[in-house]
């Protein structure tokens, strides 16, 4: 069966591009077809300024919103990164066959770097080598497909090449993954910023939608979003972004074509109404299912328990393997 792995960050609160990009095909899709795992990456939330209260909060809600989502832990695997310890493990080992030079070429480490001088003077080395431990944790597991939006396809290259390099170096290892981009909202644009990503770690509230904002904050954020001069409604990415991202946003949830329902429509206003609407939708039945499961804690905190076993079980062979095979003494 092909094996799946994918994985949120719990830096901010969950926003629709994550919903959109990610989690949704892993609900609807993923975990039916393949066997599948799904992870808090929690680790990878120590590589800029944090406040430990909060990243264990943020943990705790992304993984409650992956249950609201629709992950269903009959089907799939859910659980915390640092609940393993074999992703540490073998990121160790990932660091030894990468270079300094191919960390820094990855755009988001270009982005972030300098945006964390400018706000504290420092850069955290974590950040520069996050990219290996995004690769440990898609090679400890046999990976086939990795289910992300495009910001994160650069990093399962890196993973791919570092799995290559190892095979051909120590032996046989790791499967050699594949990014598995969704075909429409793999890059869901801020509202108000319609050229940059709606990022659930900018501070820019009015242009982000987040999974648990009321419905008429919902309504306000997508009536106010930053559309285009012109007033045609026509699909172009390059030309008129704004409007292009709100097709995409309608066709992600209403299951079309943003070409096809461009035809549809004459008004800016309209398309705006029947985009808030159809994301209210979406929204309607994850918002109520996270509410159940707030009033639960001890189910959620056992779905991680639980996950937390089966994935250790399924990293250790291989995490163990690549140990011999890279020359350590067997303990
Ligand atoms: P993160 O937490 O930033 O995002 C989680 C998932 O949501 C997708 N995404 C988007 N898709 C479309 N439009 C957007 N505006 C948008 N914003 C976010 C991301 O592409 C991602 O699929 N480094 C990863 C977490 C990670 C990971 C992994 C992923 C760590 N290890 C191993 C896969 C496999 C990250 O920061 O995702």
């Not at 597991?141 to 990093?155: A, K, R, W």
Request: hydrophobic share 40%.
């Amino acid at each position: 069966r092909t094996r799946v792995f994918s994985g949120v960050k719990p830096t901010g609160n969950l926003t629709l591009g994550n919903y959109l990009g990610a989690l949704r095909r892993w609900a609807e899709v993923d975990q039916h077809r393949a066997d599948a795992l799904f992870c808090v990456v929690d680790l990878h939330a120590l590589t800029v300024d944090h406040d430990p209260a909060r990243v264990r909060r943020l943990s705790r809600q992304a993984a409650t919103l992956l249950l609201a989502a629709g992950l269903d832990p009959q089907l799939c695997t859910v659980f915390v990164q640092s609940h393993v310890d074999e992703h540490a493990r073998l990121s160790y080992l990932l660091e030894c066959v990468a270079t300094d030079g191919e960390m820094r070429r990855m755009i988001q480490y270009k982005d972030k770097a300098p945006r964390e001088r400018a706000r504290g003077g420092s850069v955290r080395l974590s950040l520069l080598t996050y990219p290996v431990l995004m690769a440990a944790d898609i090679l400890a597991y046999g990976t086939n497909e990795v289910p992300v939006g495009e910001d994160q396809t650069q990093h399962v290259e890196l993973s791919r090449d570092l799995a290559v390099r190892f095979n051909q170096r120590y032996g046989h290892t790791f499967v050699v993954p594949r990014a598995t981009p969704p075909a429409v909202a793999a890059r869901v644009m801020n509202l108000q910023d319609p050229v940059s990503k709606m990022g659930k770690s900018d501070d820019s509230g009015p242009g982000i939608v987040y999974l648990l904002d009321e419905p008429e904050v919902v309504r306000k954020k997508v009536m106010r979003a930053v559309t285009d001069s012109g007033q045609d409604v026509v699909y172009d990415r390059e030309g008129r972004p704004g409007v292009a991202n709100l097709l995409e946003i309608l066709a992600a949830c209403e299951g079309g074509d943003p070409e096809e329902l461009s035809r549809g429509y004459d008004s800016y206003g309209a398309l705006k109404k029947d985009t808030a609407e159809a994301v209210v939708e979406v929204l309607r039945p994850l918002q109520e299912r996270h509410r159940e499961l707030c009033a639960d804690p001890s189910y959620v905190d056992g779905v991680l328990r639980d996950g937390a076993r089966r994935a250790r079980e399924m990293a250790r062979p291989r995490v163990d393997a690549a140990y011999r095979a890279i020359g350590l003494l067997p303990a």
